[in-house]
Structure formats: structure tokens, C-alpha cells
């Protein structure tokens, strides 16, 4: 039910730990099932130069940090914000549907971080207030309505 791609990503996640140098971090809960994502970046002169995650949750959560941090290194902030959680996914060869939220979870902890470099330097991103909490229940709860069209 995993991909290749999600196994290999939660057995040798990529960018484990506390960057020590960062100059942006970013974290986001889930309230419903309790996962906490911590993500770090080094950014020089608009350039994700460094990026590491700390993830405390499921094996989705994990995989989906490991290449949340792949795919925006090396990147722009612009660039990172664009960073969606299909964009994840697709990288990831897809998740079951129960573990979509998950992937929602990587997406919010880089804009939480990039919202932090935002308001460090104060560059203004463009990013909206509330990145901070993400609701699983209502997120599920879209997704339904999403279905039912
Ligand atoms: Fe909580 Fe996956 S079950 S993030």
C-alpha cells in the first residue's frame, strides 16, 4: 500500500536533525493525531542553502518531511513557496488516502519556517497569518465535501 519511494524515504529519511546554523524554523501540530513536524533552514540571500527536519509521527509524516526537504533545497523562497502537498505526493509516487493529511503536515512546516524567515528579515512573502495550526478533522472534513461533488 506504501511506495517504493515512501519505504525508502521513511527507512533512510534524507535531512534528519537540528540544523545547528539555521536561521529559519518552522513547526506544525496536528491536533487530532497529536504529530509534531519541525522543519530548519539556512537561507543566504534568498537561497534555501541548508534544510532538516525533526518529525515526531507517523511513517507518512516522516517520508513526506524527508522529501518536503529534498525538494526545497537548493531552491529560492519563492520557489519553496510553491511547494504544495500534491507536489509531495507526486514525488513520493502517492500515499494511501488516509495518509494525505500527512503530506499537508510537510507543506505547512516549510511555509512555518519560510513564514519565520519572513518575519525575521522582514521580507515580505506574502504568506497568510495563520500557518501555525493545521485541523485534521477539518481537513478531512473538506475533503469530503470534495468527494461528494
Ligand atoms: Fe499524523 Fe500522519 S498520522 S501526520
Do not use: W
Not at 40 to 58: A, L, Q
Not at 81 to 99: C, F, I, R, S
Amino acid at each position: 500500500m506504501y511506495s517504493e519511494k515512501v519505504m525508502d524515504h521513511f527507512e533512510n529519511p534524507r535531512n534528519v536533525g537540528k540544523l545547528e546554523d539555521a536561521n529559519a524554523v518552522g513547526e506544525v501540530g496536528n491536533a487530532t493525531c497529536g504529530d509534531i513536524m519541525k522543519i530548519y533552514m539556512k537561507i543566504e540571500n534568498g537561497i534555501i542553502e541548508d534544510v532538516s527536519f525533526k518529525t515526531f509521527g507517523c511513517g507518512a509524516a516522516i517520508a513526506t518531511s524527508s522529501m518536503a526537504t529534498e525538494l526545497v533545497k537548493g531552491k529560492t523562497v519563492e520557489e519553496a513557496l510553491q511547494l504544495t502537498n500534491k507536489a509531495v505526493m507526486e514525488a513520493l509516487d502517492g500515499l494511501p488516502p488516509a495518509k494525505v493529511h500527512c503530506s499537508v503536515l510537510a507543506e505547512q512546516a516549510i511555509h512555518a519556517a519560510l513564514k519565520d524567515y519572513s518575519e525575521k528579515t522582514g521580507i515580505d512573502l506574502g504568506l497568510p497569518e495563520s500557518v501555525h495550526e493545521f485541523d485534521c478533522a477539518s481537513f478531512h472534513k473538506s475533503m469530503n465535501e470534495e468527494n461528494k461533488k
